[in-house]
């Protein structure tokens, strides 16, 4: 069988707390091709930021198999790991996560920073990010002169920079006015279509209804995995 895009195979995750340990993902396999729409939904506590952390290589599973592209992060350093996430995945966050005493473009040209890209060829792309985000006339502005939605699409731009084959977005619209969502959710769908891997975390079932695959977590486990031929879904999306 060819390797998946990415690849979980009996992933747990647990945090030990004054309590005692706390498992926050159990036995968690998915499989995930290049390609795809995914939402993964789930309430407040439910486990699904934890798994888009280890989606990410942000975190790691405390027991299980990760892959991407069938190389087994497990086995990776730290630098490794570094080097994975720049390479493949970009990451847009319900808050932003955008440094306020930069630019739109330097805050978008960060991630090119990191990975050594010479400062003319990174702040070129990082505009040109911009403008095709249609924030061409706000390229200099910092991120308390920008509404959410106009953050939020700076923070997508960052996402691309280092080409973002994979987007993995935490709650999107999570922070955003009803108008901004919905043209953030356009952003992401126009993404997809040009090849964009994307998977989205949310707890809308609105939102989720956006990609053609839906995977349901509930205390830490996969209770549901469902495409768009499922009708369930299909209902969701044609509302």
């Known amino acids: 069988m060819v390797d998946a895009l990415l690849e979980l195979h009996g992933v747990s995750r647990a945090y030990r707390s004054a ?17 795809e729409f995914i939402a993964i939904i789930g309430p407040s506590g439910s486990g699904k930021s934890t798994l888009m952390n280890i989606l990410g290589c942000l975190d790691r599973p405390t027991e299980g198999s990760y892959r991407v592209h069938g190389a087994a992060t497990e086995q990776m350093s730290p630098d490794e790991l570094a080097h994975l996430r720049r390479e493949h995945f970009g990451f847009i966050f319900q808050r932003y ?12 040209a960060l991630p090119a920073v990191y990975a050594g890209v010479e400062a003319d060829a990174r702040t070129t ?10 924030l061409g006339e706000r390229t200099t502005n ?10 939020q699409r700076v923070s997508i731009a960052r996402s691309l920079m ?8 935490d709650e999107p619209t999570g922070a955003l006015d ?23 975390v949310t707890h809308d079932a609105a939102i989720a209804a956006h990609a053609s695959r839906v995977i349901e977590i509930a205390d830490g486990q996969v209770v549901s995995d469902r495409g768009m031929d499922d009708p369930a879904v299909a209902r969701s999306a044609a509302v």
């Open 125 to 134: 792309r990082a505009r040109l990010l911009l403008e095709t985000l249609g």
């Open 178 to 200: 009803h108008a901004s969502g919905r043209q953030v959710m356009a952003e992401l769908k126009r993404l997809h279509a040009q090849g964009h891997t994307v998977i989205l």
């Open 19 to 35: 309590a005692g340990e706390v498992v926050v993902l159990k036995d968690v396999s998915l499989r995930i091709e290049a390609g």
């Open 142 to 151: 910092r991120p308390s002169q920008l509404s959410g939605g106009q953050q």
């Open 162 to 169: 280092n080409g973002g084959a994979i987007v993995l977005a």
């Open 97 to 108: 996560n955008l440094m306020e005493n930069l630019s739109a473009t330097e805050n978008v």
